[in-house]
């Protein structure tokens, strides 16, 4: 068994519909990934890729950016962020 995915949520003061989700485990190497769809994401090998067409695909997401073990994703108007915690930690997840 490996080390439990943890995911720390942390709401944005100055920028309000902007959530950061902060986890234990990299997403991506050292460079910034942006998403304004799911068409941006082209790998289903690459983590941040994978979150990122995992938000679009839930709905309510209008723009997503991932960078180490930080996604800041940009909630669509009338929207929560509301399971994306969960769908975050299921990213690493091989047994359920």
């Given at each position: 068994?490996?080390?439990?995915?943890?995911?720390?949520?942390?709401?944005?003061?100055?920028?309000?519909?902007?959530?950061r989700?902060e986890?234990?485990?990299?997403?991506?190497?050292?460079?910034?990934?942006?998403?304004s769809s799911?068409?941006d994401?082209?790998?289903?090998?690459?983590?941040?890729?994978?979150l990122?067409?995992?938000l679009f695909?839930?709905g309510?997401?209008?723009?997503?950016h991932?960078y180490?073990?930080?996604?800041?994703?940009?909630?669509?108007?009338?929207?929560?962020?509301?399971?994306?915690?969960?769908?975050i930690?299921?990213?690493f997840?091989?047994?359920?």
């Amino acid at each position: 068994m490996g080390q439990p995915v943890r995911v720390a949520e942390r709401t944005s003061a100055a920028r309000p519909g902007t959530v950061r989700f902060e986890t234990n485990r990299p997403l991506t190497g050292a460079g910034h990934r942006y998403y304004s769809s799911a068409a941006d994401a082209v790998s289903a090998e690459d983590p941040a890729d994978m979150l990122a067409w995992r938000l679009f695909q839930r709905g309510g997401v209008d723009h997503v950016h991932v960078y180490s073990n930080v996604a800041t994703v940009e909630i669509s108007r009338g929207h929560t962020s509301e399971g994306i915690t969960e769908l975050i930690e299921e990213l690493f997840a091989h047994y359920r």
